[in-house]
């Protein structure tokens, strides 16, 4: 708190100032902001009042709101689903889903409107229905019931509105259940018909198929390959016979002087060409093979017929008539015809048995379609009839319905506005919009409100931070009149010109005004007979500190200053002198050069007396000095007359004043005028050692701090002091004073938590 006088040029002044705007939120700062509700009561308790009372006034004021509700309740089948299909019905969560747009349905509301008339004031349909919209709600509980609610300002409408709205869905619902099974009735009885047309148009396709591909069927088949099997035995059997019989022919046509050839000689040929055909077919197949049999059974048929023919024409040669070989002839000729016709037989069987994939698989195709076909009329048929007995059980009410568990209540208390949730919301609510009020006055709050804030604004040195100084006129202290007899007994024996002595050129001379008292009690004196006063120590703690910087700087005359007025100027500069004039041998003189509105004399309770404006105007040829006890400090008040030409306070006469003052007081202190309403202050920076800027704790604005200090020459502005701080951290020095037995609980130490509370609460 003693360093240096001046931290840094006038630039790096005003670059601090610009780096005010980037201060943002430091841990004391957050600490302003807990306290501001503490601080401002009003702006707390004023919100809190007024939402409160718009609360319970708002009780009375908005319109009631009642609401009754009826439970419909979805009940289960009473015949199991088994034993008859249903056909109207769904599951019960995709049912009790599709409620609430049935419900608040355009054409369901708009009927209700017409037989209850809940809003007889409007004129609009679409604004009615949308109004008795948003007063209707519907809860489903689980997959079995629903509630459905209806607000409404009288309970009887509102119950009426419920009841009818609860009973038309369930009439409705009645209704589109029978008809959804009638109307499913219907459409199975069609599809039944046409599926009946369709089957038997199929089932003449396929009889007709059939008829066309007779012999060509599938089922044919088998029969087809024994037939042609059969055949071709009997074609093995003719041709056989054939061969005899050509033989026998041959050989009567020979016995008949016909024939030329050597007898057997076509047989013996067929049979070379049998034998020819039975070594290819071993070539091929083992002699199991069925063709290699056949073919080895036929060779010895014909080898034996053959051999009978010889016998018989070595025995009847003779006896072969033209008869016989007609005969032969004939029977030749029958049994080619024969053999024609099973070629014919077995070539039209070997193309049916040809035919018989293809006609398969269209046969295939007709008796898939035909399957097809009879099972859907078949499934169709059944569900006709399923269809016809869920029809007769839903006329019966033996299924699953909706049915009103709980009928409509009359409300008997209103629902909107509930008192304990409106008087407790307007509480919550108040005590918001207070704090609220409160933070955000304080986040706009452009004074500085901390010591360390105020040094990091200004860049200057804070000497001293003062706390807030409660009024003391009840406190029961009185002034200690005899607290310095030697100083009083000096004053006394001492005349005006024994006491200062010869004014040297250029000064201006000194009168002695005798000693006064105050007239009243001074609080800020007063803490400095108080041992145990916050307020007491931190004036000498300023005293030392400005003893030592002006020691180090040379400075005897000081002017006290401040940016705008009611910073404490005045009452500071008497307790300082006060603090500086306590110690023995020491002359302290004070200056009330404050000659606008001089406050001083006025602050102390001092008599009225000529002083310095008599001297600048030139009414007065010598400056009146008077000692105040207690105090122990000289004063020279600003006097009587008003100061018509303020520049007097930078003129060789007031030079004169601050001459023979630093020559016989060991420190001279001025009570200037405010830097930024005149320019007195301004005009006597000359003329003065330095300045002692005085800023009050949330009262004094940074943009005015900024703006006193461009005003004043930087080398003789010295240091900052705070005054009259709430917010003073006094922890430390209240274990200071239990520590030497001091009584913390004095008028002016600082109170706990309780006590800051109620002084907050009080405004003190």
């Given amino acids: 708190m003693s360093g240096d006088g001046r931290r840094g040029s006038p630039a790096a002044s005003l670059d601090h100032l610009d780096d005010a705007d980037d201060y943002s939120f430091h841990w004391t700062q957050l600490r302003h902001f807990?306290?501001?509700?503490?601080?401002?009561?009003?702006?707390?308790?004023?919100?809190?009042?007024?939402?409160?009372?718009?609360?319970?006034?708002?009780?009375?004021?908005?319109?009631k709101k009642y609401v009754s509700s009826a439970l419909v309740l979805v009940e289960s089948e009473k015949v199991p689903e088994s034993f008859i299909p249903k056909v109207a019905t769904r599951d019960p969560g995709q049912r009790l889903e599709?409620?609430?747009?049935?419900?608040?349905?355009?054409?369901?509301?708009?009927?209700?409107?017409?037989?209850?008339?809940?809003?007889?004031?409007?004129?609009?349909?679409?604004?009615?229905?949308?109004?008795?919209?948003?007063?209707?709600?519907?809860n489903v509980s689980g997959n079995d019931g629903f509630t459905i609610e209806f607000y409404h300002s009288n309970p009887r409408k509102a119950r009426e509105v419920t009841d009818r709205l609860a009973r038309l869905f369930i009439e409705e619902t009645i209704k589109s259940r029978e008809q959804q099974v009638e109307g499913a009735v219907d459409f199975l009885v069609a599809q039944v018909k046409d599926g009946r047309s369709e089957l038997e148009n199929k089932d003449a396709a396929l009889r007709l198929f059939k008829e066309e591909h007779m012999g060509r069927l599938p089922e044919q088949l088998q029969t087809n390959l024994t037939t042609m099997q059969m055949l071709q035995r009997e074609m093995q059997t003719v041709e056989e016979s054939l061969l005899f019989a050509r033989e026998r022919q041959e050989t009567l046509a020979r016995g008949a002087g016909r024939t030329g050839g050597p007898p057997g000689?076509?047989?013996?040929?067929?049979?070379?060409?049998?034998?020819?055909?039975?070594?290819?077919?071993?070539s091929r197949y083992k002699e199991e093979h069925p063709d290699v049999?056949?073919?080895?059974?036929?060779?010895?048929?014909?080898?034996?017929?053959?051999?009978?023919?010889?016998?018989?024409?070595?025995?009847?040669?003779?006896?072969?008539?033209?008869?016989?070989?007609?005969?032969?002839?004939?029977?030749?000729?029958?049994?080619?015809?024969?053999?024609?016709?099973?070629?014919?037989?077995?070539?039209?069987i070997r193309a049916n048995v040809a035919e018989t994939p293809r006609t398969e698989q269209e046969l295939a195709t007709l008796t898939r379609d035909y399957k097809k076909l009879d099972e859907n009329y078949t499934a169709l048929l059944t569900k006709q009839l399923d269809a016809q007995m869920s029809g007769r059980l839903e006329q019966r009410w033996k299924g699953e319905r909706f049915r009103m568990l709980d009928p409509a209540s009359l409300p008997e208390k209103p629902v909107f506005p509930k008192p304990p949730i409106f008087v407790g919301l307007g509480a919550v609510l108040g005590l918001l919009v207070g704090l609220g009020a409160a933070l955000v006055a304080e986040y706009f709050d452009p004074t500085v409100k901390d010591s360390e804030v105020l040094q990091a604004v200004q860049g200057y040195p804070v000497l001293a931070s003062i706390p807030h100084l409660p009024d003391l006129a009840s406190s029961g202290l009185r002034p200690a009149r005899n607290h310095r007899p030697a100083r009083e007994a000096e004053g006394q024996r001492l005349s005006a010109k024994k006491a200062w002595g010869p004014c040297l050129p250029g000064e201006a001379p000194l009168s002695d005004g005798g000693t006064v008292t105050p007239a009243k009690v001074v609080p800020i004196v007063e803490s400095l007979m108080d041992p145990s006063s916050i307020v007491g120590e931190e004036l000498r703690f300023f005293a030392a500190n400005l003893l030592d910087l002006c020691r180090r700087r040379s400075v005897k005359c000081l002017a006290l200053t401040s940016a705008l007025p009611g910073e404490g100027k005045s009452t500071l500069s008497a307790g300082l002198s006060t603090a500086l004039g306590r110690e023995p041998g020491r002359r302290v003189l004070l200056i009330e050069a404050d000659l606008r509105r001089p406050s001083l004399s006025k602050t102390l309770g001092l008599p009225p007396a000529h002083g310095l404006s008599e001297w600048l105007n030139g009414t007065l040829d010598y400056v009146p000095v008077r000692l105040v006890e207690p105090g122990g400090f000289f004063l020279v008040a600003a006097g009587q007359t008003d100061l018509r030409r303020p520049e007097l306070l930078g003129s060789p006469r007031m030079d004169a004043v601050l001459k023979v003052a630093r020559r016989l007081f060991d420190l001279v202190l001025l009570d200037a005028v405010p830097v930024l309403p005149v320019a007195d202050t301004v005009l006597m920076q000359d003329l003065v050692d330095g300045f002692q800027l005085v800023v009050r704790s949330r009262q004094?604005?940074?943009?005015?701090?900024?703006?006193?200090?461009?005003?004043?020459?930087?080398?003789?502005?010295l240091a900052v002091v705070f005054n009259g701080h709430r917010e003073y951290r006094s922890s430390y020095k209240n274990y200071g004073y239990?520590?030497?037995?001091?009584?913390?609980?004095?008028?002016t130490t600082s109170p706990g938590v309780v006590g800051r509370l109620f002084a907050s609460l009080t405004g003190g």
Avoid: C
């Fill in 34 to 63: 807990l306290h501001a509700p503490l601080r401002r009561p009003l702006l707390v308790l004023a919100p809190w009042a007024a939402v409160f009372l718009l609360s319970i006034v708002a009780l009375f004021i908005l319109p």
């Fill in 700 to 717: 004094t604005p940074r943009d005015a701090i900024h703006e006193t200090l461009t005003k004043l020459r930087a080398d003789r502005v």
């Fill in 738 to 747: 239990r520590r030497y037995g001091m009584a913390p609980g004095s008028a």
């Fill in 265 to 282: 000689a076509a047989g013996t040929a067929d049979l070379g060409e049998l034998r020819r055909e039975l070594a290819a077919l071993r």
């Fill in 293 to 348: 049999e056949n073919l080895k059974a036929r060779i010895a048929r014909l080898e034996a017929r053959r051999a009978e023919a010889s016998g018989d024409a070595k025995g009847d040669t003779d006896l072969i008539t033209r008869d016989q070989l007609a005969k032969a002839t004939f029977e030749v000729r029958k049994l080619e015809d024969r053999q024609k016709a099973l070629e014919r037989q077995i070539a039209n």
């Fill in 98 to 138: 599709a409620v609430r747009p049935e419900i608040l349905s355009r054409t369901r509301l708009e009927k209700v409107l017409e037989e209850t008339k809940p809003y007889p004031d409007i004129e609009s349909r679409t604004r009615a229905v949308e109004k008795m919209r948003q007063a209707i709600s519907i």
